[in-house]
């Protein structure tokens, strides 16, 4: 039963940003950095000199950006560095012998090239450029490029997101925003070369320009607004619920915040707390409208069918505060990342636990996963075979080759009957 139902979702002007989008991608692809240049003044307000950041502008931003954050993004890279590593080691080679002279096996290749996006918008996001970062270097891409639109107070990336960037090692970095980038990415200009793989978050822009690239280039996922799940019982506190609610509106107008519970009587607690909570914050305002546009508290009869409906939402951060956690995570299989218990909120994965924290939305996480080591890695496989191990399988293989009348496969096949 809905205790609070969002608004009617506005159904907003995609054919537009999709035909906005197709003529950026098509500019980028004929006129490379003369329209990059152009579009980047044209929508961040922002003239540069040049694309790629020089070095001199990586040492000035660590020099405006205080040293406890400097030192704290880099305790997040370590744990953020670490986390992929040891994901890494899950994945290994392979080599066996199926039947006598035949060999299978797969090795693990590294894309060669990655470019990360980085967002710019109402907040530097220097935790995003670690998330997209670290992990490419971790699983042995040779070169990583990142960018992100300029910042108007600073004539160029936030110095900030910069500092970020050069932690993660990043070996290239370009100052560039929105579809624009993905197209440079994608297609390549006279001073960006194309990459294999684009990853990173970005408005509607940037998600349409990945979706139309990608095929020619690899991509991470299309994201879209994001998104938490709070799964609770009569247990939890309400000013902790309330905060972690608040917390995911913070992010956007379009953000989505949903609380699952048991207890009536929590439910009206925490809605309560969530408004005077917001009335005390510096962005409450922003968030409170995020919240009152596209928050949700739903209450259920057990705790069985709330891991049933969050399974059918299938939510980007999934946050359990009950008596039972334990119990409930293997009825849990739809989501991008998992919070276990009231000391693991979500903002723990945005910056510092060693989880990523770019997931997918909108029900992505259906069928498939947030950014890792593994996304950047190839399985390749392949075979190996005897004379005797070819001959073994030769006549079953002509046979089924015959079977589809593919002839030259069948005569292939047969000139290894030995």
């Known amino acids: 039963?809905?205790?609070?139902k969002a608004k009617a979702e506005i159904s907003g002007r995609m054919d537009s940003v999709r035909e906005d989008v197709t003529k950026i991608i098509e500019d980028v692809?004929?006129?490379?950095?003369?329209?990059?240049?152009?579009?980047?003044?044209?929508?961040d307000g922002v003239a540069v000199s040049s694309l790629?950041?020089?070095p001199e502008e990586i040492r000035q931003a660590y020099r405006q950006v205080d040293e406890q954050t400097i030192e704290y993004l880099r305790l997040a890279a370590s744990r953020i560095k670490s986390f992929a590593e040891k994901q890494l080691c899950c994945l290994l080679p392979l080599e066996y012998e199926s039947s006598p002279g035949v060999v299978l096996g797969h090795r693990l290749i590294p894309i060669s090239s990655c470019g990360a996006y980085i967002p710019g918008g109402r907040f530097p996001l220097p935790s995003s450029a670690l998330m997209s970062i670290i992990p490419a270097k971790a699983a042995g891409v040779k070169r990583v490029a990142a960018c992100s639109p300029p910042s108007k107070t600073y004539s160029g990336i936030h110095p900030a997101v910069l500092v970020a960037m050069d932690i993660a090692g990043a070996d290239e970095t370009y100052t560039m925003g929105g579809a624009q980038a993905v197209a440079a990415y994608a297609c390549g200009t006279d001073s960006i070369p194309r990459v294999d793989m684009i990853v990173g978050p970005g408005n509607v822009y940037v998600t349409e320009a990945k979706r139309q690239v990608s095929g020619s280039v690899g991509i991470d996922i299309l994201a879209g607004p994001s998104e938490v799940l709070i799964i609770t019982d009569e247990h939890a506190r309400p000013e902790t619920l309330a905060c972690d609610l608040l917390a995911q509106c913070e992010h956007d107008?379009?953000?989505?915040?949903?609380?699952?519970?048991?207890?009536?009587?929590?439910?009206?607690?925490?809605?309560?707390?969530i408004y005077s909570l917001g009335a005390s914050l510096e962005t409450g305002k922003a968030a409170l409208e995020a919240w009152e546009d596209n928050g949700q508290v739903i209450l259920v009869d057990s705790l069985v069918e709330a891991a049933a409906l969050s399974d059918q939402f299938a939510p980007e951060h999934l946050q359990l505060q009950t008596a039972k956690n334990d119990e409930l995570i293997n009825s849990l299989h739809n989501y991008g990342s998992l919070f276990i218990g009231e000391n693991a909120p979500v903002v723990f994965?945005?910056?510092?636990?060693?989880?990523?924290?770019i997931l997918p939305t909108m029900g992505g996480s259906r069928f498939s996963s947030g950014v890792w080591a593994g996304m950047f890695i190839k399985v390749a496989s392949y075979q190996k075979l005897t004379a005797a191990g070819a001959a073994s399988l030769a006549g079953a293989?002509?046979?089924?080759?015959?079977?589809?009348?593919?002839?030259?496969h069948q005569r292939s096949a047969d000139l290894r009957r030995g």
Do not use: W
Not at 1 to 4: E, N, P, Q, R, T
Not at 29 to 43: F, H, I, K, N, P
């Open 1 to 4: 039963m809905f205790l609070k």
């Open 29 to 43: 692809r004929c006129r490379g950095d003369q329209a990059l240049t152009e579009l980047t003044s044209r929508y």
């Open 52 to 54: 790629q950041v020089a």
């Open 253 to 273: 107008p379009t953000a989505r915040s949903i609380l699952v519970t048991t207890s009536s009587t929590l439910a009206g607690h925490v809605q309560e707390m």
């Open 349 to 357: 994965g945005d910056y510092i636990s060693g989880t990523n924290h």
């Open 397 to 408: 293989c002509s046979h089924l080759a015959g079977a589809e009348g593919l002839k030259a």
